[in-house]
């Protein structure tokens, strides 16, 4: 069973820039799915993949994903969910850890979100000077429920 263990932060401040060692555009979609799982859609650069995530709310959570051809990838994009996911990933190393900075656009423009992939629950890891709060318990900042409510629609911004 392959299990996801990330946790989601906000950032405090735009100190990670200098850092950035690639960033990479995606656009990604929700197909169907229950109370139970999700089911992505997402187009990054030239390659794509579909991916099935429980939809439990924490730290660690069952997930699936499998590459696809990206023209197949574009095609089911048109019978996701709107608005589409659209953000830009940027990758940086700290302290033996890669960090994942997704700067949402579109819908969800200004939101900007720092994951962390970890080997165990309760992995030790230094904190950066840009991380901020942290939200991996906030539903509001999974991207499947940007979808059926995006940041731009939120009344103070957090």
């Not at 950035?20 to 929700?30: D, I, K």
């Not at 069952?62 to 095609?75: D, G, L, S």
């Not at 700290?94 to 309760?122: K, P, R, S």
Request: proline letters at 3%; aromatic letters at 8%.
């Amino acid at each position: 069973m392959a299990i996801e263990i990330e946790r989601k932060f906000l950032v405090s401040n735009d100190n990670w820039r200098q850092h950035t060692t690639s960033s990479l555009r995606m656009v990604q979609g929700y197909l169907g799915g229950n109370a139970n799982s999700s089911i992505r859609i997402r187009v990054c650069g030239e390659v794509a993949d579909i991916n099935i995530k429980a939809r439990v709310i924490g730290v660690q959570r069952n997930e699936y994903e499998y590459m696809i051809p990206v023209t197949e990838a574009e095609e089911m994009l048109q019978l996701c969910d709107k608005p589409l996911i659209e953000k830009t990933r940027h990758q940086l190393s700290h302290a033996g850890h890669t960090w994942e900075i997704d700067e949402f656009c579109g819908e969800n423009e200004g939101l900007i979100v720092a994951e962390l992939e970890l080997g165990a629950v309760n992995e030790q890891f230094e904190r950066p000077d840009w991380l901020g709060k942290e939200v991996t318990e906030d539903v509001r900042y999974y991207n499947i429920c940007l979808v059926e409510n995006p940041y731009s629609s939120w009344q103070h911004g957090h």
